[in-house]
């Protein structure tokens, strides 16, 4: 027999050598490949916060996407991506990113940053009448802020830029309306109102016309600004007007005859010890200055003549320790508490809370003229007001109407047979 041959022993064991080297080189090449890309990625990251750090949102935008490309799975990229177009508005490339995450990477902060750009998305695009809305509704709010603080330039330029978003705000022309009435520019205020009724068809525009042309005006916050007087045909016999601190405290008052002449301007200041303030006749208008003094329990008020000098009447008012009057005796001429003066006492009754309720006017030999009673309601409020001469029989009266918070909403006046002399309804 032959003996067997070896010749292939050595070649194996050379070709299982070869093959284990082969293994160990490509462990190390993939190791060595593996750390390059978490480097690479690193650099990228790192570029990203250094631009977004120096403001440059286009060369982090290029290293955010460079590392994504690294990694299609980096969550940093893509939220790092996704907040630079947030930061710039552009919410749907900010959207299309997240998304494009998603789909590489089941990441709960990428899925939390979309529904966060979603929302962002729909705020964005509310209906643009909404948008109008929330503006004239600011234009509104600030021209009545303006209005209050008596800035009636800058009340005026938000009332007309609200008209001017909606021409029918009626709430914007009676903001108008109302700057003109308070500063004394009745024309102009008419004018508007005349403009926001033939805009809106609204009645309380209908209102302030009608307000405006008889001449009896008051604020929307109950001040009179004008009162004028009519006779029985309806004619104007004179008219008074008035004006208002900043404090809204009455400062004068003015005369005017029928033709709108100005006749007399009387001032009005109180001091808490000294008040300047006026009285008018009825019959014409006719403004007299008066003079209060205050000391202890008693006031002194002197009536003034024409020239506002000389003093033609005087009254003195006791007054109880709640401040209420008691009594007051009036009379005639210069001399001040002269018996001899005497023309009228009047003496008043209150109710239980401390309201007006009678004052009784006699003569100077102490014979019952005439009395004027206030009906009340069990809030106070006054329902009627009556005036009867010495036979108990009524002269005029007035009504009163509120709302259902105690604000008076309506006054008017009557003769004794119940025939409507004047009305003024309060907004």
């Given amino acids: 027999m032959e003996p067997k041959k070896s010749v292939n022993k050595k070649p194996i064991v050379i070709t299982a050598a070869i093959a284990a080297v082969m293994c160990i080189v490509a462990v190390v090449v993939i190791f060595s490949v593996g750390s390059g890309t978490e480097k690479r990625l690193a650099e990228q990251l790192d570029l990203a916060d250094r631009y977004l750090s120096e403001l440059d949102y286009e060369s982090a935008i290029a290293a955010y996407e460079a590392a994504i490309e690294i990694d299609p799975k980096c969550e940093e990229a893509y939220l790092g991506l996704a907040d630079i177009y947030i930061e710039q508005g552009e919410y749907e490339k900010a959207a299309e990113i997240l998304e494009a995450g998603l789909a590489q990477i089941d990441s709960e902060a990428i899925r939390k940053k979309l529904e966060e750009v979603e929302v962002l998305m729909a705020e964005r695009e509310r209906p643009v009448e909404e948008e109008v809305e929330s503006e004239e509704a600011n234009c509104l709010s600030l021209g009545n802020r303006y209005l209050e603080e008596q800035d009636y330039e800058q009340a005026i330029a938000y009332f007309e830029e609200a008209i001017r978003i909606n021409p029918k705000n009626v709430d914007a022309y009676l903001g108008i309306v109302e700057v003109y009435i308070r500063t004394g520019q009745y024309e102009l205020a008419l004018e508007y109102a005349q403009k926001g009724y033939d805009a809106t068809g609204d009645e309380r525009l209908a209102?302030?016309?009608?307000?405006?042309?008889?001449?009896?005006?008051?604020?929307?916050?109950?001040?009179?600004?004008?009162?004028?007087?009519?006779?029985?045909?309806g004619e104007i016999m004179y008219r008074h007007e008035y004006t208002y601190n900043q404090e809204n405290i009455q400062d004068s008052i003015s005369h005017y005859d029928k033709s709108g002449n100005l006749i007399k301007t009387l001032s009005i200041s109180d001091n808490g010890q000294e008040r300047e303030g006026y009285g008018y006749f009825i019959e014409t208008g006719e403004l007299f200055r008066i003079s209060v003094t205050y000391e202890d329990n008693l006031i002194t008020a002197l009536h003034y003549d024409d020239d506002d000098v000389t003093v033609i009447s005087w009254e003195i008012t006791e007054l109880d320790d709640n401040g209420n009057s008691v009594r007051s005796i009036r009379g005639l001429g210069n001399k001040v508490g002269n018996e001899d003066d005497i023309d009228t006492f009047e003496e008043y009754s209150y109710d239980e809370n401390g309201n007006l309720i009678m004052t009784l006017r006699y003569d100077a030999n102490y014979q019952l003229?005439?009395?004027?009673?206030?009906?009340?309601?069990?809030?106070?409020?006054?329902?009627?007001?009556?005036?009867?001469?010495?036979?108990?029989?009524?002269?005029?009266?007035?009504?009163?109407?509120?709302?259902?918070?105690?604000?008076?909403?309506?006054?008017?006046?009557?003769?004794?047979?119940?025939?409507?002399l004047y009305e003024r309804v309060y907004e």
Avoid at 211 to 217: A, K
């Fill in 207 to 233: 209102e302030k016309i009608e307000m405006l042309q008889n001449g009896n005006i008051t604020r929307s916050d109950g001040l009179v600004m004008m009162m004028t007087c009519y006779d029985d045909a």
């Fill in 369 to 420: 003229q005439d009395k004027q009673v206030w009906e009340r309601d069990e809030q106070g409020h006054i329902q009627r007001y009556v005036a009867y001469d010495k036979n108990e029989n009524i002269i005029w009266y007035y009504s009163y109407e509120y709302d259902k918070d105690g604000k008076m909403i309506s006054e008017k006046q009557y003769d004794g047979a119940d025939n409507l």
